[in-house]
């Protein structure tokens, strides 16, 4: 049975915010940009930008790919990507601090600023996107994911990432599979994989095609 209120204050506060359902997360990212890195990497055992990035390169082989980071933050999957020769890669955040700060790091073609729980208005789609961290307690839902499946073009394929704690708590697996039926995409593999292990929470991670 799914949790009506679930027990976010068993993480560490950092986190608890930003999971909180009734906190201002853009504000709360904004104002942890500076110490993001170190916070996640150094303090909680962040491993999930290396952990989807393998997944993610496992399925887009071709490093000439034009790619969308959705929820880039300080730009840790964009760095991990470059780093393996991918050099086409967009950033996009709903978070002002975070964005202002990956630009001087030039790991992105462009950054974008945009909150997903609206459909995003894109000239031209991506062929492929990579999507960690977006998906949690807080919004958007996973009844919004179908507006960043959208940012590629159909046939295009995405790699997602859920809060395995949240995913478990929250019941999310019915809810990932009713909003590929309703918003047309497949979704191909579901891989369970580290996140923050500082905190014993694993990620699944979703790999989807958008149908064309």
């Known amino acids: 049975m799914s949790k009506s209120k679930p027990e976010i204050e068993r993480f560490d506060d950092r986190l608890s915010r930003v999971y909180d359902p009734g906190g201002d997360k853009a504000k709360l990212y904004d104002e942890w940009a500076n110490t993001y890195d170190e916070d996640l990497l150094n303090d909680l055992g962040y491993v999930a930008h290396s952990e989807v990035g393998s997944i993610f390169t496992e399925w887009v ?56 729980t609206r459909p995003a208005n894109i000239d031209k789609l991506y062929e492929a996107l990579i999507c960690v961290g977006l998906f949690s307690y807080n919004v958007p839902r996973i009844s919004d994911m179908h507006n960043v499946v959208n940012c590629v073009e159909p046939g295009g394929l995405c790699v997602i990432s859920v809060n395995g704690a949240a995913w478990t708590e929250l019941e999310f697996e019915p809810m990932v599979h009713q909003e590929a039926s309703d918003h047309n995409f497949t979704i191909s593999d579901i891989r369970e994989t580290g996140y923050i292990r500082n905190q014993n929470i694993d990620a699944r991670v979703l790999v989807i095609q958008r149908d064309p």
Do not use: N, P
């Open 61 to 116: 082989t071709d490093t000439s790919t034009a790619i969308l980071d959705v929820a880039c933050g300080t730009g840790l999957v964009g760095q991990f990507l470059r780093q393996r020769g991918y050099e086409r890669i967009d950033g996009v955040d709903f978070s002002e601090g975070m964005l202002d700060l990956v630009q001087s790091r030039h790991i992105y073609q462009k950054t974008w600023q945009h909150d997903f």
